[in-house]
């Protein structure tokens, strides 16, 4: 199990831009690079769904209602991802999740919201 930290949510207006943040602050290099990382998120009333994923060597995953809005990275040597999100829409409002998995671990991060509203 990994401890994730995340940052940066908040209350933006239509089309503008957050930048996610999650640490892996006890990882270390070694461990870390086994993960996929993900950002999902949960919206009121909805099923948690995956918003992008990245996988230790750089590859993505990105859902369709956000493809060309937002993009996932990773520093692995500082054990961070990054999710930017453009354009923003009122229906992107939600708590996002930050995800570690490995084939033997499946860690979360607390949720941060994101609200989006003029």
């Known amino acids: 199990q990994l401890l994730l930290v995340e940052s940066g949510g908040g209350l933006v207006q239509p089309g503008g831009s957050l930048r996610l943040s999650c640490a892996a602050p006890?990882?270390?290099?070694?461990?870390?690079?086994?993960?996929?990382m993900a950002w999902y998120r949960q919206a009121p009333g909805k099923q948690r769904e995956l918003v992008a994923l990245i996988t230790p060597g750089g590859s993505t995953n990105i859902a369709d209602s956000v493809k060309g809005r937002f993009t996932i990275s990773r520093n692995n040597s500082r054990k961070t991802v990054t999710l930017q999100m453009n354009s923003l829409k009122s229906e992107d409002t939600a708590v996002y999740y930050c995800n570690a998995q490995s084939k033997d671990s499946n860690s979360w991060g607390q949720g941060t919201q994101v609200t989006v509203s003029s």
């Open positions: 006890r990882a270390i290099f070694s461990v870390y690079t086994m993960y996929d």
